[in-house]
T-cell receptor, first 115, second 112 residues
Framework: GAGVSQSPSNKVTEKGKDVELRCDPI?????LYWYRQSLGQGLEFLIY????????KSGLPSDRFSAERTGGSVSTLTIQRTQQEDSAVYLC?????????????FGEGSRLTVL | SQQGEEDPQALSIQEGENATMNCSYK?????LQWYRQNSGRGLVHLILIRSNEREKHSGRLRVTLDTSKKSSSLLITASRAADTASYFCATDETGANSKLTFGKGITLSVRP
């Protein structure tokens, strides 16, 4: 597609369940980012993938969070044993990955609600 | 932790007026970017200014950067109701492994 695609757009789950959020970046973009946005807050960096390099996981809040990027394209963010504080909008972005950090192209986000 | 701190947190103006939003940051940067977010949507890139630039224009947008004060401002001239959104500054910190650090954002309301 022309833009960054995220699914699902909305997810309601019960505390303790696992969830998977998917991101399909713009074709040809080597850099992919996950951010979390809580209600009325800014964006919290979670994880960054660049090409075949080891991902920067420094923003993952706990070991319940993990992410993969298969074949340098689609990425999945997994949250295990969800807690109510995980409720937020999870935003994925991609960029060309060349030179300094340039323009990020964001998806519409996946809104997660943990009951 | 937040790098960019936007000011004010909320701004309400009349259509046709100019809107000025400020951002301060703490560390050295490669560039600073401004993004816009409409309610319930993803962020859209507005403008990027590099650390060796002082001012940049794009349509009705004017961005300034003062690296000595570690601050930037975004000016939207002749505002329109459609400019109502949240605006975020984001910094590409030197040595921060190519990730942007975002502020908490400014909520701009433009009254028709």
């Amino acid at each position: 597609g022309a833009g960054v695609s995220q699914s699902p757009s909305n997810k309601v789950t019960e505390k303790g369940k696992d969830v998977e959020l998917r991101c399909d970046p713009i074709s040809g973009h080597t850099a992919l980012y996950w951010y979390r946005q809580s209600l009325g807050q800014g964006l919290e960096f979670l994880i960054y993938f660049q090409g075949n390099s080891a991902p920067d996981k420094s923003g993952l809040p706990s070991d319940r969070f993990s992410a993969e990027r298969t074949g340098g394209s689609v990425s999945t963010l997994t949250i295990q044993r969800t807690q109510q504080e995980d409720s937020a909008v999870y935003l994925c972005a991609s960029s060309t990955g060349q030179g300094d950090t340039g323009e990020l192209f964001f998806g519409e986000g996946s809104r997660l609600t943990v009951l | 932790s937040q790098q960019g701190e936007e000011d004010p947190q909320a701004l309400s103006i009349q259509e046709g007026e100019n809107a000025t939003m400020n951002c301060s940051y703490k560390t050295s940067i490669n560039n600073l970017q401004w993004y816009r977010q409409n309610s319930g949507r993803g962020l859209v890139h507005l403008i990027l200014i590099r650390s060796n630039e002082r001012e940049k224009h794009s349509g009705r947008l004017r961005v300034t950067l003062d690296t000595s004060k570690k601050s930037s401002s975004l000016l939207i001239t002749a505002s329109r109701a459609a400019d109502t959104a949240s605006y975020f500054c984001a910094t590409d910190e030197t040595g921060a492994n190519s990730k942007l650090t975002f502020g908490k954002g400014i909520t701009l309301s433009v009254r028709p």
